[in-house]
């Protein structure tokens, strides 16, 4: 059974930086790609980062380059999404997810099997 907790999600200002982290169990770590996604108030889930786990090869949505950063530690099959400079378009549920049958990056949804709960980022003005 693959679960992937996410922790971190706050209300925080403008401007602010923050970690998230998701812990995955339950597959293969090494082997997966990473996610983030994010759903914004009213909106539908967007890609906000990836990261292949075997070389660490990074993607990351245009609207959070330079200022977002994805990174892994395969000693804990843990993945983190470091935010700095958030402003309020960053605000909604953010999301773990795992694509366990890639061998490239795919930043689109259906293209990861596993998601986490998700953790509330809230970024006031």
């Known amino acids: 059974q693959v679960q992937l907790v996410e922790a971190g999600g706050r209300l925080v200002q403008a401007g602010d930086s923050l970690r998230l982290s998701c812990a995955a169990s339950g597959l293969t770590f090494s082997r997966a790609v990473m996610g983030w996604f994010r759903q914004p108030p009213g909106k539908e889930r967007e890609f906000v980062a990836a990261v292949r786990v075997s070389d660490g090869t990074p993607e990351l949505a245009d609207s959070v380059k330079g200022r977002f950063t994805i990174s892994r530690d395969n000693t804990k099959n843990t993945v983190w999404l470091q935010m700095n400079s958030l402003n309020p378009e960053d605000t909604g549920v953010y999301y773990c997810?795992?694509?366990?049958?890639?061998?490239?990056?795919?930043?689109?949804?259906?293209?990861?099997?596993?998601w986490g709960q998700g953790t509330q980022v809230t970024v006031s003005s």
């Open positions: 997810a795992a694509d366990t049958n890639a061998i490239i990056i795919r930043s689109y949804a259906r293209a990861f099997e596993w």
